[in-house]
T-cell receptor, first 117, second 118 residues
Framework: GAVVSQHPSWVICKSGTSVKIECRSLDFQATTMFWYRQFPKQSLMLMAT?????????EQGVEKDKFLINHASLTLSTLTVTSAHPEDSSFYIC?????????????FGQGTRLTVV | AQTVTQSQPEMSVQEAETVTLSCTYDTSESDYYLFWYKQPPSRQMILVIRQEAYKQQNATENRFSVNFQKAAKSFSLKISDSQLGDAAMYFCAYRSASGDTNAGKSTFGDGTTLTVKP
């Protein structure tokens, strides 16, 4: 099946710094990538939808200036957590769908555990 | 907006036995997809099974099968011959089949933690 690689798998950063998380589709082109946040033993909460070459669409309540998303190519989307604070500590997961194929499932990255100290 | 409800936060099953996880959803759309995902302790989301709403036949993947009741908006997952490796959190998910820009957004239920007892 299609592979989505997310990097890094885990990161620890100091409060006030910024962290970038990459999501790459390794063997397919992804027109759309999705960014989720997951707290322990809870569901996935969609943060934003990232479309190649256009601005991301953020879900209600998600600060777009806090969580910067860039989708510069059909194989790469990045999420930057700016001026991170301890409350931003969470598990972040991306998923990607195959370009122009509507009836396929999304493939998930392995997730990134962010800890802000 | 669509909603997905998993009413069983936790379930347990004896190894080799059968267990059914419940999922209901609410939508006004007629065309959509439903999924069951497994999230083991590694937290990698793994697709277990998918169902297209236009198909009346229930999807089956080896030991995993679904009971899709479109009128009742119910989509339960049956795991037969449960194995220790089935222990994980299971998420039911809904996705619209419409072709608009944000098509492909999935709505997830709150999850069911499945424990398999040896």
């Amino acid at each position: 099946g299609a592979v989505v690689s997310q990097h890094p798998s885990w990161v620890i950063c100091k409060s006030g710094t910024s962290v970038k998380i990459e999501c790459r589709s390794l063997d397919f082109q992804a027109t759309t990538m999705f960014w989720y946040r997951q707290f322990p033993k809870q569901s996935l909460m969609l943060m934003a939808t990232s479309n190649e070459g256009s601005k991301a669409t953020y879900e209600q309540g998600v600060e777009k200036d806090k969580f910067l998303i860039n989708h510069a190519s059909l194989t790469l989307s990045t999420l930057t957590v700016t001026s991170a604070h301890p409350e931003d500590s969470s598990f972040y997961i991306c998923s990607a769908r195959v370009y122009k194929v509507m009836n396929t499932e999304a493939f998930f990255g392995q997730g990134t555990r962010l800890t802000v100290v | 907006a669509q909603t997905v409800t998993q009413s069983q936060p936790e379930m347990s099953v004896q190894e080799a036995e059968t267990v059914t996880l419940s999922c209901t959803y609410d939508t006004s759309e007629s065309d959509y997809y439903l999924f069951w995902y497994k999230q083991p302790p590694s937290r990698q989301m793994i697709l277990v099974i998918r169902q297209e709403a236009y198909k009346q036949q229930n999807a089956t993947e080896n030991r995993f099968s679904v009971n899709f009741q479109k009128a009742a908006k119910s989509f339960s997952l049956k795991i037969s011959d449960s194995q220790l490796g089935d222990a994980a959190m299971y998420f039911c998910a809904y996705r619209s089949a419409s072709g608009d820009t944000n098509a492909g957004k999935s709505t997830f239920g709150d999850g069911t933690t499945l424990t398999v007892k040896p």
